[in-house]
């Protein structure tokens, strides 16, 4: 069974520049989360899809970020324009049913904001 | 909101000795999970304890649910170098609440 697949592994932009992240989950996953992870501390939800309905993004800064699950699989994130508070790994991750089921991860994209 | 703290912020041991790693919640919940996460890696699901004073092993680890279900502890009997890595709590708070909140992790370095 295939992972979570996550790009770009690595992203390196300016202060005000925009950058999108891309997931695509387990097949059949229902629920799709998007962490942010700053070094030294646990994964922070940021948003939390069930099919291509959003459950909850109380967490998600929605002045610069923005997510979209288009059809109920894969999944983008963006952020627009970054700040340098913003540099984190950005982690995806997906369940197969209801929202408190075990999650996997993908490998995550770093991003570092200069 | 939902707080989870972990204690302790980091571990050191030697090879053989034992380790806990302790979580505690401000809130009841439904829940708990751990999950590992080795350096430079993504987390990943280790096990989930749903009930009051649940007790799990897995091999050399033992996984705890506290009665009023706001703490847990996972607890490594005789550390090897392959435990290395930071130990994830997260819940989900009681009510049926959807987010899970995540612990800020102990990291666990063990010294051969």
């Known amino acids: 069974e295939a992972g979570v697949a996550q790009s770009p592994r690595y992203k390196i932009i300016e202060k005000r520049q925009s950058v999108a992240f891309w997931c695509n989950p387990i097949?059949?996953?229902?629920?799709l989360y998007w962490y942010q992870q700053i070094l030294g501390q646990g994964p922070k939800l940021l948003i939390q899809?069930?099919?291509?309905?959003?459950?909850?993004d109380s967490q998600l800064p929605k002045d610069r970020f923005s997510a979209e699950r288009l059809k109920g699989v894969d999944s983008t994130l963006k952020i627009q324009p970054a700040k340098l508070e913003d540099s984190a790994v950005y982690l995806c991750?997906?369940?197969?049913?209801?929202?408190?089921?075990?999650?996997?991860f993908g490998p995550g994209t770093r991003l570092t904001v200069t | 909101g939902q707080q989870v703290m972990q204690i302790p912020q980091y571990q050191h041991v030697q090879e053989g000795e034992d380790f806990t790693t302790y979580c505690n919640s401000s809130?009841?919940?439904?829940?708990i999970q751990w999950y590992k996460q080795r350096p430079g890696g993504h987390p990943v699901f280790l096990i989930q304890?749903?009930?009051?004073?649940e007790v799990k092993k897995q091999k050399r680890l033992t996984f705890q649910f506290g009665e009023a279900k706001k703490n847990s502890s996972l607890h490594i009997t005789a550390t090897q170098t392959t435990d290395v890595g930071t130990y994830f709590c997260?819940?989900?708070?009681?009510?049926?609440?959807?987010?899970?909140?995540f612990g800020r992790g102990t990291s666990l370095i063990v010294h051969p």
């Open positions: 997260a819940g989900h708070g009681a009510g049926g609440s959807y987010i899970p909140t």
């Open positions: 991750a997906s369940s197969l049913g209801p929202p408190w089921d075990e999650q996997y």
């Open positions: 097949s059949g996953h229902a629920t």
């Open positions: 809130t009841t919940l439904s829940n």
């Open positions: 304890l749903v009930k009051s004073g």
């Open positions: 899809f069930q099919n291509n309905g959003v459950v909850d």
